[in-house]
């Protein structure tokens, strides 16, 4: 089983308030925001890892998630090209922290691919790549190309609704995948045991499992009951802010 020694976040630019969104809830509150995102490093703290916190970035109000900018994988890093024009530089802001972690293993996705790690569900050695707004074919292709020489698998899934495949996914380990709306049916994951989120619910479809508890956002008891049932310590932080802007639990953190 996986074991997470690392997590890497970025504390919240003023910036924030100005983040892509697709959400229609309004801006986000920034002092709340930062609020909720010291809340999710103590949530965090919980779970036996090493935290680096980079600073706030005001060019880049998004910056905050910064899952989408890299993909760590247990033997490289890969630095990935954002589909969204205004996310690109994030990946400049955030490379010399991952070579401190990968010496000598960090790779780069290169144009025409786009690939935001939002897009990319580890299960194991192998990782789901979901096509979208904001991941190519071109992107997902280098992905797994790069996963094979180290390797590891990659495949390609298709989304029809959702911005980021893990929007509506979280592994938990254990065979145990959590899914909501299109994902329940979806052919490639009927192997593993998969726990249907209920769509009025579906925002809790995106959690974290690290090192044997869960964190996911507050305010949705059916999905926490069902994951609590697991036998998971449920872990619950507010992202209401983050909500705002198209961000989850998974987006405000690396873990490796």
């Not at 802010?241 to 198209?246: M, P």
Request: glycine share 6%; aromatic share 8%.
């Amino acid at each position: 089983m996986t074991k997470f020694n690392h997590i890497i976040t970025r504390t919240p630019a003023k910036s924030l308030i100005n983040g892509l969104t697709s959400a229609n809830l309004g801006k986000p509150d920034y002092q709340k925001a930062l609020d909720q995102h010291n809340n999710y490093i103590r949530a965090l703290q919980k779970c036996d890892v090493d935290i680096t916190i980079l600073p706030a970035d005001e060019n880049f109000p998004d910056s905050v998630f910064v899952e989408d900018p890299v993909l760590c994988t247990p033997h490289c890093a890969i630095i990935t090209r954002p589909g969204a024009e205004s996310r690109r530089g994030e990946t400049q802001i955030i490379e010399e922290t991952i070579k401190r972690f990968y010496p000598d293993k960090v790779q780069k996705i290169t144009a025409p691919g786009t690939v935001e790690a939002g897009d990319i569900m580890m299960v194991d050695n192998h990782y789901y790549i979901g096509l979208s707004a904001r991941t190519n074919q071109q992107g997902a292709e280098q992905i797994i190309a790069i996963l094979n020489q180290y390797g590891m698998t990659g495949s390609i899934v298709t989304l029809e609704k959702v911005l980021h495949l893990k929007t509506g996914l979280a592994y938990l380990e254990n065979n145990n995948l959590l899914a909501a709306g299109e994902f329940i049916t979806k052919p490639e994951f009927q192997h593993l045991n998969i726990i249907e989120i209920p769509e009025s619910e579906s925002y809790a479809a995106n959690c974290i499992w690290v090192n044997g508890k869960v964190i996911m956002p507050a305010g949705y008891p059916i999905t926490q009951a069902k994951i609590a049932a697991l036998g998971y310590q449920v872990i619950e932080v507010d992202t209401s802010e983050y909500r705002k802007i198209d961000g989850g639990v998974s987006c405000m953190s690396l873990r490796f």
